[in-house]
């Protein structure tokens, strides 16, 4: 079977999981011997969430409306989801019903993709120092993302994966 475009997207949002999952256990480690270490990880973890949730909506998108596109603006491809119809017993039922119940969160979580600045102080991101007040902080600095969140990200990452991963079918695509 040759892969799709939704396979595509999917098969990456996998490989990216897979790193955040790795990084989250390095992250675990370090708490479960009572020492948070690596807080330095956390806006890694943090971007590579950002980068599974952007290509689940992208696979997603494409499998329902048969194209994507390299756009940024996860909030539109989510509004032409919710559109598409579904049976409640089906997977695209399921899915809108994440999406739908998750969208703040997406959107606070997509609001922390790397912006180019055009003169005036950098947003909070995960690559890029950025201003609070003024100060540039680094995103690897001590208390720039704090543990819950991270966990909320790297859970947002992974239920909405689940989801995809039962809707579209890459069994025999290898990645």
Request: aromatic share 10%; glycine share 4%; proline share 5%.
């Given at each position: 079977?040759?892969?799709?475009?939704?396979?595509?997207w999917l098969?990456?949002?996998?490989?990216?999981?897979r790193?955040?999952e790795?990084?989250?256990?390095?992250?675990?480690?370090g708490?479960?011997?009572?020492?948070?270490?690596?807080?330095?990880?956390y806006?890694?973890?943090?971007a590579?969430?950002?980068?599974?949730?952007e290509?689940e909506?992208?696979a997603?998108?494409y499998?329902?409306?048969?194209?994507?596109?390299?756009?940024h603006?996860?909030d539109?491809?989510?509004d032409?989801?919710?559109?598409?119809?579904?049976?409640y017993k089906?997977?695209v039922?399921?899915?809108?019903?994440?999406?739908?119940?998750?969208?703040?969160?997406i959107k606070?979580?997509?609001?922390?993709?790397?912006?180019?600045?055009?003169?005036?102080?950098?947003?909070?991101?995960?690559?890029?120092?950025?201003?609070?007040?003024?100060?540039l902080?680094?995103p690897?600095?001590?208390?720039?993302?704090?543990?819950?969140?991270?966990?909320?990200?790297?859970?947002?990452?992974?239920?909405?994966?689940?989801?995809?991963?039962a809707?579209?079918?890459?069994?025999q695509?290898s990645?």
């Open positions: 079977m040759a892969p799709t475009s939704a396979n595509a098969v990456q949002a996998i490989s990216d999981m790193v955040a790795l990084l989250w256990a390095v992250v675990e480690e708490r479960r011997a009572g020492v948070d270490s690596h807080f330095d990880l806006c890694q973890v943090a590579k969430c950002q980068q599974v949730v290509k909506v992208k997603i998108h499998k329902l409306i048969g194209k994507t596109s390299e756009s603006y996860i539109g491809f989510i032409a989801i919710l559109a598409a119809p579904a049976n089906d997977d039922y399921h899915i809108k019903q994440v999406l739908r119940y998750r969208r703040q969160e606070n979580l997509m609001a922390l993709a790397p912006k180019a600045s055009k003169g005036g102080p950098t947003p909070k991101n995960t690559e890029y120092p950025y201003h609070v007040s003024s100060v902080i680094a690897a600095s001590c208390n720039a993302f704090l543990f819950e969140d991270v966990w909320a990200y790297y859970r947002l990452a992974g239920i909405i994966l689940a989801r995809v991963e809707y579209i079918d890459i069994t695509v990645p």
